[in-house]
T-cell receptor
Framework: QKEVEQNSGPLSVPEGAIASLNCTYS??????FFWYRQYSGKSPELIMS????GDKEDGRFTAQLNKASQYVSLLIRDSQPSDSATYLC?????????????FGAGTQVVVTP | EAQVTQNPRYLITVTGKKLTVTCSQN?????MSWYRQDPGLGLRQIYY???????DKGDVPEGYKVSRKEKRNFPLILESPSPNQTSLYFC????????????FGSGTRLTVV
């Protein structure tokens, strides 16, 4: 079982709709969680971080964390063609291993005009 | 400009010929890390470093070496490359803060023939 799991997609979303991406993790003591966006051939770019249960909003992006269910999600509101990319969920190690940072395989999002 | 710089961007080499991929960051970050990215497998952590002279293995360290003699530099060494090390490699850095993610370099596409 992979430690960080995501649906690979592709997730097809009409322009203007909400894209919903999910991620589960296996290490119950994980504390910090991140969402990255990666365009084809480019490096991953950090878009959101979350470490407390509940929702965190930043512009059109909302990250949701449920530590009891070991579940992180990302909502993209008013999806635009420029949001077409692969979205990577990442989980940071615990206090004595903050350098250890594991990624899911990513969910490809395709926003259709 | 704050950045992680890795060189070269593209490299084709032959099996068994030692090579080094350089990585440098100008953000005074404590943590640095190397990842490889392969289709269907996502980003996998090779090694990470918490500070000068302090390194630890990630998930796929076999066949790789690293060193951290200066805070800003973290080279990746392949002493005897093999074709299964053909991949896209990313260097990344992060401050020593719980809720900060890694910042990635532009990537090095390595082909071993």
């Amino acid at each position: 079982q992979k430690e960080v799991e995501q649906n690979s997609g592709p997730l097809s979303v009409p322009e203007g709709a909400i894209a919903s991406l999910n991620c589960t993790y296996s290490d119950r003591v994980s504390q910090s969680f991140f969402w990255y966006r990666q365009y084809s051939g480019k490096s991953p770019e950090l878009i959101m971080s979350i470490y407390s249960n509940g929702d965190k909003e930043d512009g059109r992006f909302t990250a949701q964390l449920n530590k009891a269910s070991q579940y992180v999600s990302l909502l993209i509101r008013d999806s635009q063609p420029s949001d077409s990319a692969t979205y990577l969920c990442a989980v940071k190690g615990t206090t004595d291993s903050w350098g250890k940072f594991q990624f899911g395989a990513g969910t490809q999002v395709v926003v259709t005009p | 400009e704050a950045q992680v710089t890795q060189n070269p961007r593209y490299l084709i080499t032959v099996t068994g010929k030692k090579l080094t991929v350089t990585c440098s960051q100008n953000m005074n970050h404590e943590y640095m890390s190397w990842y490889r990215q392969d289709p269907g497998l996502g980003l996998r952590q090779i090694y990470y470093s918490m500070n000068v002279e302090v390194t630890d293995k990630g998930d796929v360290p076999e066949g790789y070496k690293v060193s951290r003699k200066e805070k800003r530099n973290f080279p990746l060494i392949l002493e005897s490359p093999s074709p299964n090390q053909t991949s896209l490699y990313f260097c990344a850095s992060s401050p020593h803060e719980r809720n900060y993610g890694y910042t990635f370099g532009s990537g090095t596409r390595l082909t071993v023939v």
